[in-house]
Nanobody, 134 residues
């Protein structure tokens, strides 16, 4: 069973920073165990569609949404039985207020950047809330 557990959300002031973490386990035992993967951070604000923030693939290549590039950094730590995904967020604004989700999906393309398409990701966490107030 693939499990993703996010943490690190909270309430901050405009201009502050926050780091989210996500522990991903069970992918190597899933139906996609023979495939490489991409992991990503997504967010959804009330009344809006879920949107990608950043993605990182099995090879460490990264890809960012335009609003995240330069402010957010996605990293991954590989461990024996799990991967840990981080999202370092800086210079936060009220527009960054949302529920943040991590996700993982199969991705086999070595020479393409990890996908920013929500549909490419098959397993999702429950989310962690980020609230930025002025």
């Amino acid at each position: 069973q693939v499990q993703l557990v996010e943490s690190g959300g909270g309430s901050v002031q405009t201009g502050e920073a926050l780091t989210l973490s996500c522990v991903v386990s069970g992918y190597s035992e899933s139906e996609y165990r023979d495939k490489k993967y991409s992991m990503g951070w997504f967010r959804q604000a009330p009344g809006k569609e879920r949107e990608v923030v950043a993605a990182i693939d099995f090879d460490g290549d990264t890809n960012y949404a335009d609003f995240a590039r330069g402010r957010f950094t996605i990293t991954m730590v590989k461990e024996t039985a799990q991967n840990i995904l981080h999202l370092q967020m800086t210079a936060l604004t009220h527009e960054d207020t949302a529920m943040y989700y991590c996700a993982i999906g199969p991705w086999i393309y070595l020479y393409l950047p990890p996908p920013l398409n929500v549909d490419e990701y098959k397993f999702w966490g429950q989310g962690t809330q980020v609230t930025v107030s002025s």
